[in-house]
């Protein structure tokens, strides 16, 4: 199996992407931050799951908040007061180790076999860029579900232009978009395509992910008028086992920090020769712009029923 850590502020979504990556993949360690939750309620959730799987992987905790600005409210409307549904009592400790030392760590020990699946703001990993340039030389790939370039309408979900986990530190992810890390980027524009209903996710038999996602899947049906939830995190895993499902393209991207687009990533669409300061230099990247959302869905279903 590849090795794999998974970064983290675990919501609903993020339940489900975690137990992916535990069945498909080698996962070194869960690593936490804020975003969904704040991190300690973070490092409780992912010890709750670990505990619930009988896993003794290792659950870290990282970032309490942006690299500059102040965080932004948390998602409790949609993945409860807990992060997940407020069906457990969670009576763990919010006590863990380091999380950017820890991906810094394992990068060291194990060079170019090691990839980091991003599923909350890219602040950990920024951190751990700053702490240690060579990391895009020790890291294997970087996929990271972020982002929103427009595709079919696929904009944003936080303003109408930026995406959750972007807008929570986009300084964060404009620092890892210019650094030279094997990135790939999962944005709205594929996620919002890959959708579970309430009885596909009780078909899995996993009692753990049915009962915390009955709060994301209520959500849906006052909201959203759909009696299921979008998976937008697990679309990592899913990307690592089925890139050829994914239609990509490599562009430099850039993440929008200030104004009315804050938030937003950018590429270069004009095909005329305009000089651009924001994007010079920048390594280009693998972004997701369309899938194979039947095949993507029924591959996870696949993997983590019971």
Do not use: W
């Amino acid at each position: 199996m590849d090795k794999i850590i998974i970064d983290t502020d675990i919501g609903i979504d993020d339940a489900i992407a975690v137990r992916y990556g535990m069945v498909t993949h080698d996962v070194l360690g869960v690593t936490c931050t804020y975003g969904n939750v704040p991190v300690e309620t973070a490092v409780k959730n992912c010890k709750l799951a670990m505990s619930k799987y009988g896993s003794d992987i290792p659950v870290l905790k990282g970032a309490s908040r942006p690299l500059s600005r102040k965080p932004l409210p948390f998602s409790t409307h949609i993945h409860g007061k807990d992060g997940l549904g407020e069906y457990y009592t969670n009576n763990f400790d919010a006590e863990a180790p380091e999380a950017v030392h820890f991906i810094i760590e394992q990068a060291r020990k194990f060079p170019k076999e090691v990839t980091l699946a991003t599923i909350g703001p890219l602040t950990n990993l920024a951190i751990a860029l700053n702490l240690c340039p060579d990391l895009p030389k020790l890291l294997k790939k970087v996929v990271c579900m972020g982002g929103a370039f427009g595709t079919d309408g696929n904009c944003g979900n936080m303003t109408q232009f930026a995406e959750f986990n972007i807008y929570n530190d986009p300084e964060a992810a404009d620092l890892v978009f210019a650094s030279d890390l094997n990135l790939v980027i999962v944005p709205l524009d594929v996620t919002h395509k890959v959708q579970v209903t309430d009885k596909e996710i009780a078909s899995t038999n996993d009692d753990f992910l049915i009962n915390v996602s009955a709060f994301y899947i209520d959500f849906s049906k006052k909201y959203e008028n759909f009696a299921g939830m979008i998976v937008h995190d697990a679309q990592t895993i899913s990307y690592l086992l089925h890139p050829d499902k994914y239609k990509t393209i490599d562009s430099r991207i850039a993440v929008s920090t200030s104004g009315y687009t804050d938030g937003q990533t950018i590429r270069p669409m004009t095909e005329y020769n305009v000089p651009d300061d924001k994007f010079k230099g920048r390594p280009k990247h693998t972004v997701c712009l369309d899938v194979d959302a039947d095949f993507i869905r029924d591959a996870m279903l696949k993997a983590i029923t019971k």
